[in-house]
């Protein structure tokens, strides 16, 4: 999590948490490491999702994204947002050091087989 403080003031805030957790799980999924995630590097990650949820889910037509683009989505969609709440235990909109030992608690507990999907487990 001391990633995740990019800022340095010993706290993580919604901003610095979305950009952790979408940069984790851009690169988990970037198996090529070429910048983009196409839809069978995203299934490999996410054996559910199909290749119309993915491609509803790109910018474009040209079948993969960036990490930009994906920054961008989730920040629109606020798709860590529920995640954050269940972190920020006291409502106070930043991860404190005990908040944030409780997640890390929380993920070796996560149903799983990778970071990603144990990451998924806790935001549904």
């Excluded at 901003?15 to 952790?20: G, V």
């Excluded at 999702?49 to 994204?65: A, C, L, S, Y």
């Excluded at 920040?75 to 908040?99: C, P, Q, V, W």
Aim: aromatic residues 8%.
């Amino acid at each position: 999590m001391k990633q995740a403080d990019t800022n340095k003031d010993g706290k993580i805030s919604t901003d610095e948490l979305n950009e952790a957790l979408v940069t984790a799980v851009f690169t988990a999924a970037d198996a090529n490491a070429n910048g983009s995630i196409t839809f069978e590097e995203w299934q490999k990650v996410f054996p559910e999702v199909t290749k119309k949820k993915f491609m509803d889910t790109i910018p474009g037509d040209n079948e993969q994204f960036t990490l930009v683009e994906s920054l961008a989505y989730c920040k629109k969609h606020k798709t860590f947002d529920k995640l954050m709440n269940r972190i920020d235990s006291n409502g106070d909109g930043i991860i404190d050091k005990a908040e944030a030992d409780k997640f890390q608690q929380a993920m070796q507990k996560a149903k799983g087989s990778n970071e990603t999907q144990k990451l998924k487990t806790l935001t549904n």
